[in-house]
């Protein structure tokens, strides 16, 4: 029997080489693991085991036909189990993006981060739950019911990717692919106390990813921690014919894991005081300053930076991302998509498809797209939201000339229950607050444990680099995760 609980991506890679046991023997392992704690977390939408352990066995024929003659590159997530959020295809498998407008939508192609990593020989064990159309901080607004948090059942694993990071803290899968709009892996990522990955915009394919907001919507990755984010971040990044915003650049390196005390030597680090505001929870802020402390043991030289911007971040994105979402669900009208809810006219057929099948939370958010769409209202709000990002935006590369990686908190409070802001969007709007501006801004974003809270909740910090710097935040995170071991503990499940 595989012991999955202290096994990383890169653990788990070297034992599938060395034959220690096989990819269908951990392919079941997850399987089993998954069998027992589903009912209590929910982090699935759908499973696909005949898929895995068909993968599976054919990842043990390529590892047979490597240990007899040894190639150099075999792909890292050859044979790995993984889970996929359900915003991104997988054919043949359903694509619900967590409504009940796609219930029935079964993808007839691949999103292109997932052929890769299958292409690679990773073993997708099934689609994992989030917000409808990745919209919202806490899966709740799931037409499927809500994933738990694995640190505390009666709360919220996060979101939108929780399905994703709740599999990984609950070490269902390995890793998880997820997407980040405004902060939907770095969010859940620090409320389960699992490394979070987002890349920068076009970095990453957004091809078969279901669109949400196109200027801010990226794919990433959920791992146990930064070395193994990188990993697959390495084999689902890079220029796409299919997806023109996907820039022609080599996916970035694995950092050399470096041995000496201060690794960090020289490193400067920006604490933007824009982030340290009322209503962040002190023992967040703490845990956040700890680990700044940290980093500066390790040679990083921390010194405050200026985001004169960032108190706009929340109204511009909440302006910006539903513009872009009305556009993009306009699609589902029940004829194109999503099963048509009979009537006598076309206006009535919309009306009834959209108005029964879409939640609560995407009527709010076309709603409101729509209003700052309108023709009236266009400049005063879509437009002058457009300004505000470039500011915003600038703001990033004035820092950027000053420091190489900017830490922050990823959210301004541990998991909250389940409920707690049901009746509250401002409130559950006000969650991202932390994560909506390297959206804005184009910027890859690095969330990872750095402690927890008196209810033994987990508290995450998160790195932001300039564009295409993931390589820098993943350097960091190894040098805090080799000198720390909160990634390594695991909830009493
Ligand atoms: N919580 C934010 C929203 O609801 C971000 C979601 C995301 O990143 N997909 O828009």
Same mark, same amino acid.
């Given at each position: ?11 788990? &890679? ?13 392919? /079941? ?22 898929? @895995? ?7 043990? /024929? ?11 590159? /075999? ?45 690679? +020989? ?32 009666? %709360? ?13 803290? &609950? ?34 394919? %957004? ?11 990226? $794919?990433?990755? /959920? ?101 872009? $979402?009305? &556009? ?5 009208? +029940? ?39 309108? $023709? ?102 190894? $040098?805090?995760?080799? @000198?720390?071991?909160?990634?390594? %503990?695991?909830?009493?499940?």
């Amino acid at each position: 029997m595989v012991e999955l609980s202290d096994l990383t991506l890169m653990q788990a &890679a070297r034992a599938l080489r060395s034959g220690e046991f096989s990819s269908r023997e951990l392919t /079941l392992a997850c399987l089993e693991r998954i069998e027992r704690l589903e009912p209590r977390l929910h982090c699935f939408l759908s499973l696909t085991p005949e898929l @895995a352990l068909a993968q599976a066995d054919e990842a043990d /024929l390529r590892l047979a036909e490597w240990r007899k003659s040894p190639e150099v590159n /075999l792909p890292l997530v050859l044979g790995i189990p993984v889970a996929i959020k359900d915003v991104l295809c997988l054919e043949g498998v359903p694509c619900t993006c967590g409504s009940r407008i796609l219930e029935n939508f079964i993808p007839p192609y691949d999103a292109t981060v997932v052929r890769r990593l299958l292409s690679a +020989g990773a073993v997708p064990l099934g689609k994992t739950n989030t917000d409808e159309f990745a919209m919202g901080s806490s899966t709740e607004n799931s037409a499927y019911g809500v994933t738990h948090n694995p640190w505390d059942l009666e %709360r919220v694993p996060g979101g939108s990717s929780g399905g994703s990071a709740a599999a990984v803290a &609950a070490r269902m899968a390995l890793a998880a692919l997820g997407t980040d709009t405004g902060g939907s892996i770095r969010q859940p990522a620090a409320f389960c106390g699992v490394t979070g990955l987002k890349p920068t915009y076009g970095r990453v394919s %957004r091809f078969g990813l279901v669109a949400y907001g196109s200027s801010l919507d990226v $794919a990433g990755v /959920l791992a146990q921690d930064a070395m193994d984010a990188a990993a697959v971040l390495s084999l689902i990044a890079g220029s796409d014919s299919q997806d023109a915003t996907c820039a022609d650049l080599p996916a970035p390196e694995l950092p050399l894991q470096d041995e000496g005390e201060r690794p960090l030597q020289g490193l400067r680090l920006g604490v933007p005081d824009e982030y340290f505001v009322g209503g962040l929870q002190p023992e967040v802020e703490a845990g956040v300053r700890r680990a700044i402390e940290t980093l500066e043991s390790l040679g990083a030289v921390a010194r405050a930076v200026s985001l004169p911007h960032t108190p706009y971040a929340l109204p511009v994105y909440y302006l910006i991302a539903p513009a872009e $979402a009305s &556009a993009n669900l306009a699609r589902y009208d +029940g004829i194109r998509y999503g099963p048509r809810q009979p009537a006598d006219n076309l206006l009535e057929i919309y009306r009834r498809t959209r108005g029964e099948l879409f939640g609560a939370e995407v009527k709010r958010r076309i709603m409101l797209g729509t209003y700052a769409l309108s $023709a009236g209202y266009y400049e005063a709000y879509y437009g002058k939201a457009q300004k505000a990002r470039t500011l915003i935006r600038r703001d990033f590369e004035a820092a950027f000339n000053q420091v190489d990686a900017i830490a922050a908190p990823v959210a301004p409070t541990t998991a909250f229950k389940i409920g707690e802001h049901a009746d509250d969007p401002l409130a559950m709007y006000l969650e991202d607050v932390y994560t909506l501006p390297a959206n804005l801004a184009g910027l890859p974003g690095l969330a990872f444990p750095v402690g927890f809270d008196q209810l033994g909740l987990p508290i995450g910090m998160q790195l932001m680099g300039a564009p295409f710097q993931e390589a820098t935040l993943i350097r960091i995170a190894c $040098a805090y995760q080799g @000198a720390t071991d909160w990634h390594r %503990r695991l909830p009493a499940l």
